[in-house]
């Protein structure tokens, strides 16, 4: 696609249960990064992966929080057991080569822990 | 301190005026600064980058660096009510990571 996409655009769960965010990075870009956005606050970094390695996922906020990416290209970031906490706008971005590259944003994930 | 730090605003311009938004950072060894515009429930969209000090000019847009200050600031030239957003300035180390870091962005408000 001509964008970086993400799905779903919206997500209501209830606290205690599982939820999967995909990320389809922008064709040709090797870069990929997740970062989240509470209301009225900054992006926070989650993970940054090159190909299908992570090399940094510092921004992990718990072992409830994994991300994987697979053939080079979509990503699924996976919260185990939300919490209300976890609400927030997860955004997708992916870059041609992760450095001096800019980073191209999707339309994000809002997710809704209730 | 904040790694990237920017005034939150509102910044309030009237139409037509230079808009100048600033930004420090406290990595020496940053290399690469990107400036953002996100809209209100939007996603941040890339204005400009730049990696040299110096000036770098794209329209009405000019991105300034300075190493030396660890200072990068956006001006807005005739400035527009559709460019009332949140602005965010992003760095990157490129020799320690590959992730940007942002500023927690500053409100621009252009008054009619």
């Known amino acids: 696609g001509a964008g970086v996409s993400q799905s779903p655009s919206n997500k209501v769960t209830e606290k205690g249960k599982d939820v999967e965010l995909r990320c389809d990075p922008i064709s040709g870009h090797t870069a990929l990064y997740w970062y989240r956005q509470s209301l009225g606050q900054g992006l926070e970094f989650l993970i940054y992966?090159?190909?299908?390695?992570?090399?940094?996922k510092s921004g992990l906020p718990s072992d409830r929080f994994s991300a994987e990416r697979t053939g080079g290209s979509v990503s699924t970031l996976t919260i185990q057991r939300t919490q209300q906490e976890d609400s927030a706008v997860y955004l997708c971005?992916?870059?041609?080569?992760?450095?001096?590259?800019?980073?191209?944003f999707g339309n994000g994930t809002r997710l809704t822990v209730t | 301190q904040k790694e990237v730090e920017q005034n939150s605003g509102p910044l309030s311009v009237p139409e037509g005026a230079i808009a100048s938004l600033n930004c420090t950072y406290s990595?020496?060894?940053?290399?690469?600064f990107f400036w953002y515009r996100q809209y209100s429930g939007k996603s941040p969209e890339l204005i400009m980058f730049i990696y040299s000090n110096g000036d770098k000019e794209d329209g009405r847009f000019t991105a300034q660096l300075n190493k030396a200050s660890q200072y990068v600031s956006l001006l807005i030239r005739d400035s527009q009510p559709s460019d009332s957003a949140t602005y965010l300035c992003a760095v990157q180390n490129t020799g320690t990571a590959s992730k940007l870091t942002f500023g927690t962005g500053t409100r621009l408000q252009v008054t009619l």
């Open positions: 992966f090159q190909g299908n390695s992570a090399p940094d």
């Open positions: 971005a992916s870059s041609f080569s992760g450095r001096n590259s800019p980073l191209h």
């Open positions: 990595d020496r060894g940053s290399q690469s």
